[in-house]
Every structure is written in C-alpha cells, then in structure tokens.
C-alpha cells in the first residue's frame, strides 16, 4: 500500500465526528469552577463575561480557521510549523510538546473527585488510574473506535449542561435582566475585564482538533466549519450556565464557589445525580478520550521524520502509535501513582504553552505567501490585507493574555520552564546534526 493510499485509507472523520472532538475538547470540568470566581469579579454580568470570552477565543483562533481552509495538518501543530516556518523550528516545537502532556493526570484526579462525590466508597485514587486506563484501550482500537464513543459522550455531555440551564431558567430571580442593579458590574468594567480574562482559557482548545488532519475526509471544509459550530455550541452553553450560576441565588452566596452549589439548590437529588454524571464526569471523560490521539499525531509524525526514535511511531492493526500512547498513559498515572504535585506540573510548562502558542501564530503569517493559490481557493479567503490585519489582532490579543497570566509566574517557575525549554531545543539541535532526522517529504495529502 502506497503511503497515500495509507492516508487515505485513515480519513475516516467527517464534520459530525470532528465537531464531537471540538466540542468534547474544549468544554472540561473546569467550567464547574471557574464561574464562581469570575461572580466575585463582576456579579450577575457573568453571563455576559462569558460571552465576550467567547467571542475573545474566537478572535483567538480565527487564524486557525484561515489556515485549516488553506491546508491539511497531517501532524496538527509540528506540520503547522515545518510546513509553514522551516524544518528545525517544527522540529523544536515537536520535541517541546513533550513538555506539555506532563500535566496529563489533572483530568484523571477530577474525575476520581467527581465519581468520590456520586459514590463515595469508590477512592478517587483509583478512579484516576483506572480511568486513563479505560480510554488508553477505546483509543488502541483506532480513530473509528474513539470517535464513535466520542459522539455519544458528547451528546450525553450536552444534554447534562443543558438539563442544569433548563432546570436553571425556571428559578431566575426577578432581578435578572435589571442592568441597571448594584449586582451587576460591582466592580466596573475593570471587574468585567478581569473576569472575560479569566473565561477566556475556556474558550479556544477545539483549535486542536485540526490535529485529526490526517484522518478527516475532506479537511479543508469541515475542519474550520467543527471550530465555527463548535464556537456556537460553547456561546449557548457557557453563556446559558453563568446566567443560571450568577442569577439564582443571591451573589454573595455563590461569588468564588463552585457551580455544584447552585445545581444542588435548584435540582432535585436525581436530576443533580444526572448533572455530575453527564455533565462534570463526561466533561473530563470527552477531554480525557480525545487527548490520546490529538497528543499523539505531532509525536507520530515527529518519529516518522527522526527527530524521536522511528520505532516509538510503530503502528498497531488499527493504525495507531500504540508505543506513543502508553507513553501519554504514563504520564496520567504515573503523578497519581506517586502523588506528584501536579499543580507545579502544570505551572512548569506554562511558558512552553506560551512559546507554542506563538510561533504557531508567527508562522500563520507566512500562509498566504507559502500557499497562494491554495488561499485563493479558501472558502473563508479574504484580501491579504485583511487576512494579516485579523491575523495581527489575533497574535496582539493572544500576546495580552501571556502577559497578563505571566505576571502571576514565580521565579522558580520562570527557571524550570526555561530550563525545560533549552533541554527540548538542545534535543532538537542534536538530534537534527547527527544526521537522524530524515525529514518525509511533503506530498498532496498534506496540503490539500
């Protein structure tokens, strides 16, 4: 079978299955406590906040819509940058993203601390390693197989939010829509500001899902359409639960406090038991299965081309890097194994987020030069002064919210995460001069 013909042969995802992963990625249990914080910021206009931070992550990830219009990323962000920026810069990001799955066990301990809630004989330990190790074996059985899971967890995910907006819309105080009342905007819009801020990091990982470049079935148009549909199922969800959040009970009850303490008010004990299940535990269950492969396809590629060990990229009978993961698998239990601090974890490789984020966004711009008459034939093609003026805002809008959330690093974090940075670089460097890398070459599947 001839290389395309394998490529071929995995394009199995259509805009229904993509949308499912957009979605399923982008919403987590975070949502359940990252409400609390922004009523304390800026009251019963929480709603409101959440749907400009949606707007906001949708000015984030225009870019990405552009580009996945123009181009099919085998390898999501590593072919982003190869294709687009050079073959070492790719091979830098490549290495770094390594870095980046080291906080995979969070999802693992949530959902050990949400299932403790529903049936508390259960350890939360526990649950985090069986549970990474359930979807370690939905995924090994290939894309098919885990995007067909994906579909329904998202369905029951949806339904679960949308039970809590339903139940939520029938117990709206009077006050609601009142603008003009002490409880919205208490702290002025430097509050509203501070809170859209903080929703925002909500808002823009179903951009990922351009990593299932490789096997979606007609790329060009259904990648940037699941991040657009997806988009708007965020906008009615999020802004729908922070309406029900800030404007149920009185704000000095629910400012900086979960959104399990509303639902446990407004919702019978089944259908509260339905909320937790559907909605906390598939929030993490939906994030959790999608990370295998969408981590997976750079460092795929990556082994493909040298800059890891070919033998790490071996495939399994349903086409998978089954070596890779376990390696991801690793990383979920092993923290909870040994009880690692996962917060240092996380804040760790936050500069390497930062870093990532940038130099996707640098090679962006060169995408109209690279592939001119790929972008002429984009459904979503604009004048090229346009296209770089959006792609501009975007790049200054995601340079605003570094610094905003680099000002909160210590200076310990600041020197591990710089420190992992030159190892990663270091890595790629040597492993590029010792002659290793054998870079594939770009062919049709790639680009169009």
Same mark, same amino acid.
């Not at 969800?237 to 009970?249: E, P, Q, R, S, W």
């Not at 002659?435 to 790639?446: A, P």
């Given at each position: 079978?001839?290389?395309?013909?394998?490529?071929?042969?995995?394009?199995?995802?259509?805009?229904?299955?993509?949308?499912?992963?957009?979605?399923?990625?982008?919403?987590?249990?975070?949502?359940?406590?990252?409400?609390?914080?922004?009523?304390?910021?800026?009251?019963?206009?929480?709603?409101?906040?959440?749907?400009?931070?949606?707007?906001?992550?949708?000015?984030?990830?225009?870019?990405?819509?552009?580009?996945?219009?123009?181009?099919?990323?085998?390898?999501?962000?590593?072919?982003?940058?190869?294709?687009?920026?050079?073959?070492?810069?790719?091979?830098?990001?490549?290495?770094?993203?390594?870095?980046?799955?080291?906080?995979?066990?969070?999802?693992?301990?949530?959902?050990?601390?949400?299932?403790?809630?529903?049936?508390?004989?259960?350890?939360?330990?526990?649950?985090?390693?069986?549970?990474?190790?359930?979807?370690?074996?939905?995924?090994?059985?290939?894309?098919?197989?885990?995007?067909?899971?994906?579909?329904?967890?998202?369905?029951?995910?949806?339904?679960?939010?949308?039970?809590?907006?339903?139940?939520?819309?029938?117990?709206?105080?009077?006050?609601?829509?009142?603008?003009?009342?002490?409880?919205?905007?208490?702290?002025?819009?430097?509050?509203?500001?501070?809170?859209?801020?903080?929703?925002?990091?909500?808002?823009?990982?179903?951009?990922?899902?351009?990593?299932?470049?490789?096997?979606?079935?007609?790329?060009?148009?259904?990648?940037?359409?699941?991040?657009?549909?997806?988009?708007?199922?965020?906008?009615?969800?999020?802004?729908?639960?922070?309406?029900?959040?800030? !404007?149920?009970?009185?704000?000095? *009850?629910?400012?900086? #406090?979960?959104?399990? $303490? =509303? @639902?446990?008010?407004? /919702? +019978?004990?089944?259908?509260?038991?339905?909320?937790?299940?559907?909605?906390?535990?598939?929030?993490?269950?939906?994030?959790?299965?999608?990370?295998?492969?969408?981590?997976?396809?750079?460092?795929?590629?990556?082994?493909?081309?040298?800059?890891?060990?070919?033998?790490?990229?071996?495939?399994?009978?349903?086409?998978?890097?089954?070596?890779?993961?376990?390696?991801?698998?690793?990383?979920?239990?092993?923290?909870?194994?040994?009880?690692?601090?996962?917060?240092?974890?996380? !804040?760790?490789?936050?500069?390497? *987020?930062?870093?990532? #984020?940038?130099?996707? $966004? =640098? @090679?962006?711009?060169? /995408? +109209?030069?690279?592939?001119?008459?790929?972008?002429?034939?984009?459904?979503?093609?604009?004048?090229?002064?346009?296209?770089?003026?959006?792609?501009?805002?975007?790049?200054?809008?995601?340079?605003?919210?570094?610094?905003?959330?680099?000002?909160?690093?210590?200076?310990?974090?600041?020197?591990?995460?710089?420190?992992?940075?030159?190892?990663?670089?270091?890595?790629?460097?040597?492993?590029?001069?010792?002659?290793?890398?054998?870079?594939?070459?770009?062919?049709?599947?790639?680009?169009?």
């Amino acid at each position: 079978m001839s290389e395309n013909q394998a490529q071929q042969k995995d394009q199995t995802l259509g805009l229904k299955e993509l949308t499912a992963l957009a979605t399923g990625t982008v919403i987590s249990a975070g949502l359940l406590t990252v409400i609390g914080p922004a009523i304390s910021l800026t009251g019963r206009s929480v709603w409101l906040a959440f749907a400009a931070a949606v707007l906001f992550g949708l000015l984030l990830n225009l870019p990405f819509i552009f580009l996945s219009s123009v181009i099919r990323l085998r390898g999501g962000n590593y072919s982003l940058v190869r294709l687009l920026l050079g073959d070492i810069p790719g091979g830098i990001l490549v290495v770094n993203l390594i870095f980046l799955q080291l906080p995979f066990a969070t999802s693992g301990i949530a959902m050990g601390m949400y299932v403790n809630s529903l049936w508390p004989f259960l350890s939360p330990k526990l649950i985090g390693i069986v549970t990474p190790t359930i979807f370690l074996l939905i995924n090994l059985f290939g894309i098919k197989s885990m995007s067909k899971v994906q579909n329904v967890m998202t369905v029951l995910l949806i339904g679960g939010l949308l039970l809590f907006i339903g139940t939520g819309a029938g117990h709206l105080n009077a006050g609601t829509f009142n603008f003009s009342s002490a409880d919205y905007f208490p702290k002025g819009w430097s509050g509203f500001n501070s809170a859209m801020i903080l929703l925002v990091f909500s808002t823009t990982m179903h951009q990922t899902v351009m990593n299932y470049g490789a096997n979606a079935k007609d790329a060009r148009r259904d990648m940037p359409r699941a991040i657009i549909i997806t988009t708007g199922i965020i906008l009615v969800i999020y802004t729908g639960m922070a309406l029900v959040a800030g !404007n149920v009970l009185p704000v000095a *009850q629910v400012a900086g #406090k979960p959104l399990t $303490l =509303v @639902a446990n008010r407004i /919702m +019978p004990q089944s259908l509260f038991f339905i909320f937790i299940l559907f909605g906390a535990v598939g929030a993490i269950a939906t994030t959790m299965n999608s990370l295998y492969a969408s981590a997976a396809k750079p460092m795929q590629l990556g082994c493909q081309d040298g800059w890891f060990p070919k033998s790490l990229g071996k495939l399994n009978q349903f086409d998978v890097p089954y070596r890779i993961y376990f390696i991801l698998y690793g990383f979920a239990v092993i923290p909870i194994l040994f009880d690692m601090p996962l917060n240092t974890l996380i !804040n760790d490789t936050l500069l390497i *987020q930062y870093l990532i #984020k940038i130099i996707m $966004l =640098v @090679a962006i711009l060169r /995408m +109209p030069t690279k592939y001119p008459e790929l972008w002429k034939t984009s459904r979503y093609h604009v004048p090229n002064p346009v296209f770089y003026t959006l792609t501009g805002i975007s790049f200054l809008a995601q340079m605003f919210l570094i610094v905003t959330a680099a000002g909160n690093l210590t200076t310990v974090i600041v020197t591990v995460s710089v420190a992992l940075l030159a190892l990663g670089c270091a890595y790629a460097f040597y492993r590029y001069k010792s002659g290793k890398v054998n870079l594939r070459e770009v062919n049709s599947q790639d680009i169009v």
